[in-house]
């Protein structure tokens, strides 16, 4: 079973249209993050969480909105969805520990806004 | 100027080469290393990470760090078909939240 869940693997939309994006892990860690792939710009950290009452902006946050429901869940919303929106969205999780914060990559959803 | 470049290729070569990827940075505060795969649609997987300079073996992989040069590479040995993958280098320091990633380096082995 994998670790880190995405939901819905695929989704196309129009302009306007409101989108959640899910992301479920069992690896028990306490950290969870949202990135966007986009060819030539590599992965961009949209938002991440540290605990359940703790939420931070990334880098392209504008445009998005998290919500952390418990440990193992965290998800992403789409207000209004614009085209320049349509990307590889992927979920990671991490633990800190004493030498890396590494993360683990959800399987991904790709999202098309028309 | 990104805190982190990478080329992104393609990079294309035969069974049994040795292959060389490259990222390089800016920021010196950078002390944890790390080269992720991402094979198509699926999400990336850490392949390998380093802390501070020297190298590091797993297998037919090698990580290697020079800190003077804001320099990594990830060497992979005996290249194989199924290492056609995006190689995606990032990086970290322990004062930061947030892993800075390369754009990836698209790699194809033909048999």
């Known amino acids: 079973d994998a670790d880190v869940t995405q939901t819905p693997r695929n989704r196309i939309t129009k302009t306007g249209k409101r989108i959640m994006l899910e992301c479920s892990q069992t690896k028990g860690h306490d950290r969870m993050y949202w990135y966007r792939q986009d060819p030539g710009l590599g992965l961009r950290l949209i938002y991440y969480s540290f605990d359940v009452k703790d939420i931070n902006k990334g880098e392209i946050s504008d445009g998005y909105s998290v919500s952390r429901q418990a440990q193992a869940k965290f998800s992403l919303s789409l207000e209004s969805a614009i085209p320049n929106q349509t990307a590889l969205y992927f979920c990671?999780?991490?633990?800190?520990?004493?030498?890396?914060?590494?993360?683990?990559f959800g399987p991904g959803t790709r999202l098309t806004v028309l | 100027q990104k805190e982190v470049e990478q080329d992104p290729g393609p990079l294309s070569v035969p069974e049994g080469a040795i292959v060389s990827l490259n990222c390089t940075y800016s920021n010196s505060a950078f002390q944890y290393f790390m080269w992720y795969r991402q094979y198509s649609r699926k999400g990336p997987e850490l392949l390998m990470y380093?802390?501070?300079?020297g190298n590091k073996e797993d297998g037919r992989f090698t990580a290697q760090v020079d800190k003077s040069s804001k320099y990594i590479s990830l060497f992979i040995r005996d290249s194989q078909p199924s290492d056609s993958a995006t190689y995606l280098c990032a990086m970290t320091s322990y004062n930061t939240d947030k892993l800075i990633f390369g754009t990836g380096t698209r790699l194809q082995v033909f048999p």
């Open positions: 990671a999780t991490s633990y800190r520990d004493s030498s890396t914060d590494t993360q683990y």
């Open positions: 380093t802390y501070s300079s």
